[in-house]
């Protein structure tokens, strides 16, 4: 089957103006994972959704960042009033349990604030 | 806070030897280990991990080394070809099945 996919590829936005970001995890996969990675720096864990529970929000950096998951499946990142230092590629990640071997990485979003 | 570092940046290496990627760790909690290498405009991809419990495990073409005494992590490469020109990453978990920390990443450079 298909892998993890993120909508859209690149997105460039003015300071100030709301993005929302796309995942498509894996058919199946019951863990979902946000990760923002700057430039030349490592991978930064943002929110984590397991199942039905309550997901864990500690890596989200503001009140401006929130996530959703409609269904246990599809998953929104959205960013209220980009900052410049907001620009990052948004990687999502799925995985069939809470192991984390089994994360299974998209393509990532890059986001340009202007 | 805890944290999970590289010692090199960048790695260059003539195709055919063998490239080693150190990396170090902070958190002596970490129990769980992963290696994961990352192509430019693609997601991380799992490469091969490895248990507190154990100091060494063999996949094909790579082999990770734990020494818990002096935290720190490494991955071989044998015999290294182009396509094992990446960035890799060394993440640790400790418990929380939910969290990685990642740590900045190693250039590796494949020269013919």
């Known amino acids: 089957g298909a892998g993890v996919s993120q909508s859209p590829s690149n997105k460039v936005t003015e300071k100030g103006k709301d993005v929302e970001l796309r995942c498509d995890p894996i058919s199946g996969h019951t863990a979902l994972y946000w990760y923002r990675q700057s430039l030349g720096q490592g991978l930064e864990f943002l929110i984590y959704f397991q199942g039905n529970s309550a997901p864990d929000k500690s890596g989200l950096p503001s009140d401006r960042f929130s996530a959703e998951r409609t269904g246990g499946s599809v998953s929104t990142l959205t960013i209220q009033r980009t900052q410049q230092e907001d620009s990052a590629v948004y990687l999502c990640?799925?995985?069939?349990?809470?192991?984390?071997?089994?994360?299974?990485f998209g393509p990532g979003t890059r986001l340009t604030v202007l | 806070g805890e944290s999970v570092g590289l010692h090199l940046p960048t790695l260059s290496v003539q195709e055919g030897d063998n490239s080693i990627i150190n990396c170090a760790y902070s958190?002596?909690?970490?129990?769980?280990f992963i290696w994961y290498k990352q192509e430019s405009g693609k997601g991380p991809q799992f490469i091969i991990d490895i248990r507190s419990n154990m100091d060494k495990r063999q996949g094909q073409r790579v082999t990770v080394l734990l020494n818990k005494t002096v935290k720190h992590l490494s991955l071989q490469i044998a015999a290294t070809q182009p396509g094992d020109s990446a960035v890799y990453f060394c993440a640790e978990n400790t418990g929380t099945a939910s969290k990685l920390t990642f740590g900045t990443g190693t250039r590796l450079q494949v020269t013919l």
């Open positions: 958190n002596s909690a970490s129990d769980y």
């Open positions: 990640a799925s995985s069939p349990g809470t192991a984390p071997r089994g994360q299974f």
